[in-house]
């Protein structure tokens, strides 16, 4: 069994970021990846981070807790007017090499249309440099998110479709998972000439 942190990146607090989150993992424990005390769901919107650099950091300590225990990560961003949501870019600015070094992370875009490709290429060139984590190849992205994901049984053929894609790329998270759990502990990392990524 591994241990999964699903952070929803958006900064509202009822978003479908968070629903998504939430299905996701769902999912992972149905599927037997995983159990319930051994995922953890991250919503930026119902407890966000103060603007960083902030005079406080709040909920982060707790964050970072979350995040050291993963074994796979999976990173959930909305695209607002072509972006990555800044909730979801202000979490990759506290997140360090200590919490996500050598971590498979999954990325799901997410759109109320057509869209939900930007954030993806976005995280894929920003997204990792210090904290060192490592996208997989595969990604999702949710179209029409409002219409999607919302019940047991799916709503229509995009809705399953996106159902099958969601579980085929779980099982392959789960697989780098497994597999970087031996990297990361042969790697060391307290070399500080070496803190920062290039």
């Known amino acids: 069994m591994l241990n999964f942190a699903i952070?929803?990146?958006?900064?509202?607090?009822?978003?479908?970021?968070g629903k998504i989150a939430r299905f996701l993992r769902q999912r992972l424990i149905e599927l037997g990846h995983t159990r319930d005390e051994l995922s953890q769901v991250i919503d930026l919107g119902q407890n966000p981070l103060p603007l960083w650099p902030a005079e406080h950091s709040g909920p982060w300590s707790q964050y970072a807790e979350?995040?050291?225990?993963?074994?796979?990560v999976i990173i959930i961003a909305p695209e607002w007017h072509g972006m990555a949501s800044p909730a979801v870019k202000n979490f990759f600015i506290y997140a360090s090499k200590a919490e996500l070094a050598h971590k498979p992370a999954l990325l799901v875009g997410v759109s109320s249309g057509v869209g939900g490709a930007y954030p993806i290429s976005e995280?894929?060139?920003?997204?990792?440099?210090?904290?060192?984590?490592?996208?997989?190849?595969?990604?999702?992205?949710?179209?029409?998110a409002e219409k999607v994901?919302?019940?047991?049984?799916?709503?229509?053929?995009?809705?399953?479709?996106?159902?099958?894609r969601i579980d085929y790329d779980l099982e392959i998270l789960v697989k780098y998972g497994q597999a970087l759990k031996p990297v990361r502990e042969s790697i060391d990392m307290a070399n500080p000439a070496f803190a920062n990524g290039m």
């Not at 952070?7 to 970021?17: D, F, K, L, N």
């Not at 979350?66 to 796979?72: E, F, M």
């Open 7 to 17: 952070v929803a990146g958006s900064s509202r607090a009822a978003s479908q970021s």
């Open 123 to 144: 995280l894929r060139a920003s997204g990792y440099k210090n904290c060192r984590l490592c996208y997989i190849p595969e990604h999702l992205i949710v179209r029409h």
């Open 149 to 164: 994901l919302n019940d047991a049984e799916a709503s229509s053929e995009d809705d399953s479709r996106l159902r099958a």
């Open 66 to 72: 979350v995040l050291q225990a993963a074994d796979a």
